[in-house]
DNA sequence: CTGTTAGCGCATTCAA
DNA sequence: TTGAATGCGCTAACAG
């Protein structure tokens, strides 16, 4: 049977209350009550009960993430990996948990949110990806629930994380430009998903800054898709010279199509990605990348949600930018210097 | 402020008790009032407090998940993904939710045991890289605390899936040497891990079976060092013909070598890895591997654990194995067919 | 400094 | 079929 304070304080001739100061640490406790109460708990192996205490104290210690993925695709999504690891990471310090939950569509999306907080299994809660307008945002306001938003919640009175991605789409191009490359494209993915399109627009301005001609292509996301459009744009009309290119991931396959149509890199094609992951190791001399700084966005995330639920308001300032910055390697620097055209 | 059962109860002018028979669905409750409290609750929007019912129905529906790694490593790491993946995926249907944890040292973790288990934060835990007498696995037995190995507990008694690494090995090694390859070198990570000692042991039946010699290069794990270790066997005498690599960032490393090494993948080189990852997609051709399907693992792991946690008693066979299956692609197998030497 | 008491919100036993 | 009463294990206000 489980030991319990009440067990403690029997053997030690004490009251539960005392056995309850001396775990919270009191000092008001006599230092002779307070040994044996320790000892005794020593001996029994005693652990306080965090379901007691949650009911008492209102408040569980965990924080909660859910994310919305089609079935099964969490596993290669390195979005999923770094916000997770960002996450339990910044949370093994704290006296904080994380507790993960995993949706494939809208309906059930609602109901685990309803069972996560409304339940109060979670003291808050790390949203990512919001849509426009999104439901959960308004629900989560109206309760006073504390939430922090990685991402853009077009309201400045949510507490929320961001990268710049305009300037990231900016700062990538410049990069490109400053390397000699003219005949940029930016291979977006899908229309319509913020980050792609806020980077589109920093590449545009850039270009245009430049007196350059954009031009973009959009397509799926994943290694192939990507390798596909770029072998299309390589057989086309007009070869590109450089390509600035949504992920990493996506910059490999362009990494691959460049490879498999003999096209040397950097010195006949410069290809720049975004996310400075691992995978810009893995590319012969490596994928030069925008850093987006996802890991610290998460730790600030991670700290902003803390402090909204232990001071009970939002910190200001609501709204927070994480600056990005660029990881120059081989597929846009050749060894030989900068690239002359 | 909080609405609670209390609250319905005296707005729908009964009892508390009869409210919580509706949330339970219980029959035995007049139609009438039963429709009465439902409206209410809807109206009122409540939800039960599952801290409350945790501590009444002495269970959280929470499993637990501790992950040992050193700072800021876990991001990059594929079994890290693919294990919290498979569990959310598979808890996804079930009323159980993933407290993650994570800790980087020994001490830290046995702390966070008891945080977790002791406590009483989850109802069950997911054990992962058990070394050799694991204090923890001792202490949750005497304790009956629910808990599941993913690996091996060297202990028929305690519940686990594995895999079979030492048929891994075989099986990886049987297929280079079906498609002709001889001088086959395994490399393996550092000595002292169970898994790739067991590949290891696979590797060097089927070479002996076969009449050949076997050869085991130790690195570290990582692209890195697989890359500079496959270039010294490259750059030694006796260079490999084939080389059947721990796991596919490893067997990547190796790819990589090849190239810089200008060594023809696969006529000049086999190559062979293990997990069968998003990584086998990202050489040229494609990287053969041997898949231990670790999704599948996990989903039984959990299902077993939830088996425990809802029968109290750990349930026969207690020891399960995964089977493995290899999945061919360019590195081991020319499009001009079998090899020949 | 210490003990008594009162809940936290819920499920459940026991009476009615 | 329903309600009153009890307790899960803990913290904290209050009284002594």
Redesign the pocket.
Request: proline residues 3%; hydrophobic residues 40%; charged residues 30%.
């Given at each position: 049977?489980?030991v319990?304070?009440?067990?403690?304080?029997k053997i030690a001739?004490?009251?539960?209350?005392?056995?309850?100061?001396v775990?919270?640490g009191?000092?008001?406790?006599?230092p002779?009550?307070?040994d044996r109460v320790l000892r005794i708990m020593r001996e029994k192996n005693?652990?306080?009960?965090?379901?007691?205490?949650s009911?008492?104290?209102?408040q569980t210690n965990l924080i909660g993430l859910v994310l919305k993925r089609p079935r099964g695709a969490l596993v290669d999504d390195p979005f999923f990996a770094a916000l997770t690891s960002g996450i339990v990471d910044a949370l093994a310090a704290k006296p904080y948990h994380l507790c993960l939950d995993y949706v494939t569509d809208q309906a059930s999306q609602e109901h685990v949110y309803d069972e996560m907080l409304r339940s109060r299994r979670v003291d808050g809660l790390i949203l990512v990806e919001p849509t426009a307008r999104d439901e959960r945002v308004e629900l989560l306001q109206r309760d006073k629930f504390p939430f922090v938003i990685i991402g853009n919640p077009h309201n400045d009175e949510i507490a929320s994380i961001d990268n710049d991605n305009v300037v990231a789409g900016r700062i990538g191009t410049e990069h490109l430009i400053s390397r000699g490359y003219r005949k940029i494209v930016f291979l977006a993915g899908p229309e319509g998903f913020v980050f792609s399109d806020d980077r589109v627009d920093g590449y545009v301005q850039a270009m245009v800054d430049a007196g350059l001609q954009p031009r973009v292509v959009h397509c799926a996301f994943g290694l192939e898709a990507a390798r596909d459009a770029s072998l299309a744009l390589f057989d086309g009309p007009d070869c590109p010279d450089a390509m600035l290119v949504l992920d990493d991931f996506m910059a490999y396959g362009t990494y691959m199509a460049a490879r498999s149509r003999y096209m040397e890199v950097p010195d006949e094609l410069g290809i720049v990605g975004f996310n400075d992951s691992l995978l810009c190791r893995m590319a012969e001399g490596g994928l030069t990348s925008v850093s987006l700084n996802l890991d610290l966005m998460v730790r600030r995330a991670v700290a902003k949600l803390l402090d909204i639920i232990e001071s009970g308001q939002v910190t200001t300032p609501a709204r927070e930018i994480v600056p990005c910055a660029i990881s120059v390697r081989g597929s846009s620097s050749s060894a030989r210097g900068v690239v002359q055209k």
């Open positions: 049977m489980r319990t304070q009440a067990d403690i304080a001739n004490v009251s539960q209350a005392t056995v309850s100061r775990l919270a009191d000092d008001h406790v006599e002779i009550l307070r005693y652990r306080p009960d965090v379901r007691a205490r009911l008492r104290l209102q």
